[in-house]
């Protein structure tokens, strides 16, 4: 089946610097990837919606200018948390769409997450 | 807004033990319901997707079930390998449209 895999799995950084997540559709064209924030014992929130070749739309509360997404090919779409800060420790987790006549399932394919820590 | 409340926020069975998981949504044109399973530290996993009230949907010892304002995951006889966090979520309209998910239900199958 479709997959969507996300690097790293995990990473420690330490205040000020920034950090890049990459999620990529690995069998299939993903024109649009969301990228979700999880706190523990929290629900998945919806951050923003990246379509392939335009701006990404960020959900109310959202900094874009802090969390930069980057959607330049259909199989590759990347999150910068720049200038991170503890409060922006969190799992990191996307997922994508792809073409509604290849995957007649609804099903939207996740990654397996990242794991944010800043120190 | 669109909304998905699940119930009971965490749930201690003894293995064998048979139960339900209730979601309960709003949204405005309901395009599909979706139920996943999420372990900790990992991505969520899908489980089922209905689509329209009298839908039911089974995958081993799992059965979803959806009506107008609500859906089930029913688990019969559970074993400790069920342990998880199941999430309901709700995708609204045609298109690619987020899904919007509730907070859980942390499940503890208890050998």
């Known amino acids: 089946g479709a997959v969507v895999s996300q690097h790293p799995s995990w990473v420690i950084c330490k205040s000020g610097t920034s950090v890049k997540i990459e999620c990529r559709s690995l069998d299939f064209q993903a024109t649009t990837m969301f990228w979700y924030r999880q706190f523990p014992k929290q629900s998945l929130m919806l951050m923003a919606t990246?379509?392939?070749?335009?701006?990404?739309?960020?959900e109310q509360g959202v900094e874009k200018d802090k969390f930069l997404i980057n959607h330049a090919s259909l199989t590759l779409s990347t999150l910068t948390v720049t200038s991170a800060h503890p409060e922006d420790s969190s799992f990191y987790i996307c997922s994508a769409s792809g073409l509604a006549d290849r995957f007649n399932t609804g099903e939207l394919f996740f990654g397996e997450g990242s794991r944010l820590t800043v120190l | 807004e669109d909304q998905v409340t699940q119930s009971p926020e965490a749930l201690r069975l003894q293995e064998g033990e048979s139960s339900s998981l209730n979601c309960s949504y709003t949204v405005s044109g309901l395009r599909g319901l979706f139920w996943y399973r999420q372990d900790p530290g990992k991505g969520p996993e899908f489980l089922f997707t209905l689509y329209s009230a009298g839908e039911e949907k089974e995958k081993e010892r799992l059965k979803a079930t959806l009506t107008k304002k609500e859906s089930f995951l029913h688990i019969t006889a559970p074993k400790p390998e069920d342990s998880a966090t199941y999430l309901c979520?709700?995708?609204?309209?045609?298109?690619?449209?987020?899904?919007?998910f509730g907070k859980g239900t942390r499940l503890s199958v208890i050998a």
């Open positions: 979520a709700v995708q609204a309209r045609a298109g690619n449209t987020p899904l919007v």
């Open positions: 990246s379509n392939e070749g335009s701006k990404a739309t960020y």
